[in-house]
């Protein structure tokens, strides 16, 4: 405690948000602190019992233009920024009858709830904050006199400060309020451009502002020696159904592997209709399958990799069922994450105290086009999410023989699991399932043939002959370049091939599949993933 700082004399608390507001606001009174508001802040510490001084009263000017303006003036704006260690700013509060604040608690009009409810554009408009920002900024810029609360959860931290220090505020405290409070406008401010750029159709702005809050410190990076944190984006417009948004049922704390590799897992498993199951590890799936039901689609997607299945994150895009929960109770699984969890797979995962259950409530629409980044060193790559995906009735036929329709099933499927595996991607597939994975290689042809002899590892595993491969189909995720990988998957035994084409050695490609008796088609669309 120190004697030479000054009390906290005088607050303006001006919310949208009232949690807690009442309760702040009677511990400072309690404390001898004059409390001054507006509208809205005002009537509720009133209907409270609170004694409250309106900002109108302060000013001499009543609220107006549908109380657009009513703290914009140099009593508020004075307060908050003189210095109290400037002698000419003494004088000019004492000649303009300006009173100190030492305290302002502000949150801004709810903007992004307010876009989110699908509100009109006047209506979004509206809830685009100015004095609140204006204020939050002048207290934070003078944070050495005064301190700025922008959220309630810091309510009972600035209680407990000034208990510490007799009616005063701590430097560090203001300080660290003043960080929060400009990273809170710049947040607003992020949103807000954001949603007029989108108005505009302006997909790159000249200026790009990002904003997230911070949902988590994490123990570690991807590695022990780096440090790390997860952020919620909270787009204005609404946010998409995924990690960001899930609520975890139980299990240990998501790791920033868990979360990054999660949600791999669950925008690959929205790519379906059927239900359908993807098992990740490492951020690439190592088992995919649709079915009637998803038991039997987990079943399927575990057959691909069980080796690489440990340790790994499933996502379902059905709701989890008993059934399903023993079955994954089986495996050692570092999450589930699914749209639902019922009570009887609940009672079954309640058992497993360490595997973290996410519930989404919703999927991800796979065609949504948003905006992702990538850090580079100095700047940032924006681009719109891939959400590209290709039918039946968009495909060519590129060889003499067309395929069956059971293959060109298979093939669709396929070409929408290269779309999430690493490139190079190659992808073997039968009956709705995977069988074979190629991921990240160097070369494509590499890829094809890792894929064909983890296929047959997991069939002599399983005490089956042959491999699974046979009479399958194979997706790459871009042209073939060259014959070789082509050549290699028909090795392999598959029946067709899915691919973008566009080669220049197409022909070459063409020529091989036809002297193999492979259907192949072309989708004109690629799926690098880097």
Not at 106 to 122: C, I, K, Q
Not at 235 to 244: D, N, Q
Not at 424 to 437: E, H, L, M, P, S
Request: hydrophobic share 45%; net charge negative.
């Amino acid at each position: 405690m120190s004697d030479s700082k000054p009390r906290v004399r005088r607050a303006l608390l001006s919310v949208s948000d009232k949690r807690g507001l009442v309760d702040f606001a009677r511990v400072l009174a309690e404390c001898g602190v004059e409390l001054l508001s507006t509208g809205g802040s005002a009537r509720t510490l009133r209907e409270a019992g609170l004694e409250v001084r309106e900002v109108a009263e302060v000013t001499g000017f009543p609220e107006i233009m549908d109380g657009r303006v009513k703290t914009l003036h140099p009593r508020i704006h004075g307060g908050l920024l003189g210095r109290r260690d400037v002698a000419a700013h003494r004088d000019a509060m004492a000649e303009h009858g300006i009173p100190e604040i030492d305290l302002l608690a502000v949150n801004l009009y709810p903007f992004a709830a307010t876009v989110a409810s699908g509100a009109d554009r006047e209506t979004c408009v509206e809830n685009i904050d100015i004095g609140g920002p204006a204020m939050v900024r002048a207290a934070a810029k003078n944070h050495a006199f005064v301190a700025v609360v922008t959220s309630p959860d810091d309510y009972e931290t600035v209680l407990d400060d000034m208990a510490a220090n007799d009616g005063a505020l701590s430097d560090a405290l203001k300080r660290r309020l003043a960080a929060d409070a400009f990273a809170h406008t710049a947040g607003y401010d992020a949103a807000v451009a954001g949603w007029m750029a989108r108005q505009e159709g302006v997909d790159y702005p000249r200026e790009l502002s990002l904003a997230g809050t911070r949902r988590q410190v994490l123990r570690y990076g991807e590695n022990p020696h780096q440090t790390a944190a997860f952020y919620a984006t909270g787009e204005a417009g609404g946010r998409r159904p995924g990690v960001a948004t899930a609520e975890q049922l139980q299990g240990k704390e998501l790791s920033y592997n868990n979360l990054n590799d999660t949600d791999a897992a669950f925008e690959a498993v929205a790519e379906f209709d059927e239900p359908a199951v993807v098992i990740v590890k490492h951020a690439n799936p190592c088992g995919v399958a649709v079915a009637e039901d998803v038991l039997k689609a987990y079943r399927k997607a575990l057959a691909c990799d069980p080796v690489s299945a440990f340790g790994g994150i499933i996502a379902v895009n059905r709701p989890v069922d008993r059934a399903l929960a023993e079955a994954v109770g089986e495996l050692f699984a570092e999450v589930v994450i699914a749209p639902e969890v019922d009570e009887g797979a609940r009672e079954v995962f309640a058992a497993k105290k360490n595997l973290r259950v996410l519930v989404t409530g919703a999927m991800p629409d796979p065609a949504a086009t948003g905006m992702t980044a990538k850090t580079l060193a100095g700047g940032l790559l924006v681009q719109s999410r891939d959400g590209g995906r290709v039918a039946a009735e968009d495909v060519r036929t590129a060889t003499r023989r067309a395929p069956s329709e059971a293959e060109l099933r298979d093939m669709i499927f396929a070409f929408r699991v290269a779309k999430h595996v690493k490139s190079n991607a190659i992808v073997y597939a039968r009956d709705g399932a995977t069988v074979g994975i190629g991921a990240g290689q160097m070369s494509r042809v590499d890829s094809a043939r890792i894929a064909a002899r983890k296929a047959r590892e997991a069939a002599e595993a399983a005490g089956e002959t042959g491999s699974r491969t046979e009479g399958g189909v194979v997706a790459s995720d871009a042209f073939f370049p060259f014959a070789d990988g082509l050549l290699a998957a028909a090795e392999a035994g598959v029946s067709a091939v899915i691919q973008p084409g566009g080669s220049k050695r197409d022909d070459e490609v063409i020529a091989a599949a036809d002297d193999k008796g492979l259907a192949m088609v072309f989708t004109g669309m690629r799926h690098f993933r880097h």
